[in-house]
């Protein structure tokens, strides 16, 4: 028992989120492939923006992030007003728990989903509640039948982070229909920008035609600029008008906001890598199938290679040897998935790198 001020329901129950590792003892510059962090780095234009306001810093940033909400909205041909900032979609994933779930209330995600929405359920004495998978990829049909008077939000990651899998736009499409209206289906296209799939869309279309569906982005992974924080959700205006009421007045700064205008407008930047991610990330998955290692399809920027079941040859065993070679990786315990270890594409150098450490540490010839 204590005395002091008491946690309110489920907090102490969190097993706090871990990032990817950044460093690796004896090595000064390690290739971080861990966090799933832009190959190319940031558009020089973004940077520009971001030094050009360093005498500014004094000053409170736009609350209504007004500007990057018009470039945003210019890009992708949406309603500025139905667009709401924050820092990171990591913020905005908080909001939406919190302005729509309660204390003993439901938030159902994929088995394999982000970590940080059954966290972020927790945080509010919410049950967070997983629905299995059908090949490390969201099962409509488990999701459905697991929706129950109690759920009041359903989070999925389209695409998928570890796994790299993706719902198409009719898989979305049913699964929203088979939803009760008083339900928000939250979709997490973090990594849109990086699918080439003809069947696939970010979940603008569902937002435009309904009133329980946000789209989250972010500004973390194609456009690099995951220092700063900055992510934006597409949401009916209701929904916008709710995350507006418990946003913090001032949630995204002043250097993030001009940043992220900037990398939204630099198409050229946006083009560079994706094209980049076209190249390596069939390449790498080739030269991980070509020795031996089992890999679920991914249209991301990282990819989730299966190791054997064998002491000295396992996941664990492969990220210790990655890491005395200075590569760093990601493990998937905290994700349900012990024998795999999660790979971003970095640059076309790096992957070579990555692959003939690979090769030998599973001894073969790369």
């Not at 909400?69 to 500025?80: N, Q, S, T, Y």
């Not at 139905?82 to 728990?97: A, K, N, P, Q, T």
């Not at 982070?161 to 209206?181: F, I, Q, V």
Request: charge should be negative; include cysteine; glycine fraction near 10%.
């Amino acid at each position: 028992m204590t005395s002091g001020p008491v946690p309110g329901p489920g907090i102490l129950d969190i097993a706090p989120y871990v990032g990817g590792e950044s460093k690796a003892v004896g090595v000064e510059r390690p290739i971080r492939l861990a966090s799933n962090e832009s190959a190319l780095g940031p558009s020089p234009k973004a940077v520009a923006a971001y030094k050009a306001l360093a005498d500014d810093m004094f000053r409170y940033p736009d609350g209504g992030a007004a500007e990057l909400r018009d470039a945003i909205g210019r890009h992708h041909g949406l309603d500025p007003a139905r667009i709401v900032c924050g820092s990171g979609s990591d913020e905005l994933i908080g909001m939406l728990i919190r302005a729509y779930a309660g204390v003993g209330d439901e938030v159902l995600y994929s088995r394999h989903g982000f970590l940080m929405y059954p966290i972020g359920a927790m945080s509010v004495g919410a049950i967070p509640v997983a629905a299995p998978e059908r090949d490390l990829t969201a099962n409509v049909d488990a999701l459905l039948a697991h929706v129950t008077d109690k759920t009041k939000i359903v989070f999925v990651a389209n695409p998928n982070n570890p796994t790299g899998t993706y719902l198409s736009a009719d898989e979305m499409a049913r699964l929203h229909a088979g939803l009760p209206k008083h339900v928000v289906l939250a979709i997490d296209a973090a990594y849109a920008e990086f699918v080439n799939r003809t069947d696939y869309e970010p979940g603008i279309g569902l937002v435009n035609r309904a009133d329980n569906v946000v789209m989250l982005r972010t500004f973390s992974k194609i456009y690099a600029l995951a220092g700063l924080r900055l992510g934006w959700a597409y949401c009916p205006p209701e929904i916008a008008d709710v995350l507006n009421r418990v946003r913090g007045p001032f949630n995204v700064t002043a250097p993030a906001l001009a940043a992220g205008v900037a990398a939204v407008e630099d198409v050229a930047a946006l083009a560079r890598a994706r094209a980049h991610n076209d190249r390596w990330l069939p390449w790498f998955s080739d030269k991980l199938a070509a020795l031996g290692l089992e890999l679920t399809p991914s249209v991301g920027n990282f990819v989730l290679p299966r190791f054997p079941d064998e002491p000295g040859r396992n996941a664990d065993a492969a990220f210790e040897f990655l890491q005395s070679r200075g590569i760093l990786t990601r493990k998937m315990g905290g994700y349900g998935l012990p024998k795999h270890l999660r790979i971003t594409i970095g640059t076309g150098e790096e992957m070579e790198t990555v692959a003939a450490a690979i090769a030998e540490f599973l001894g073969r010839n790369s």
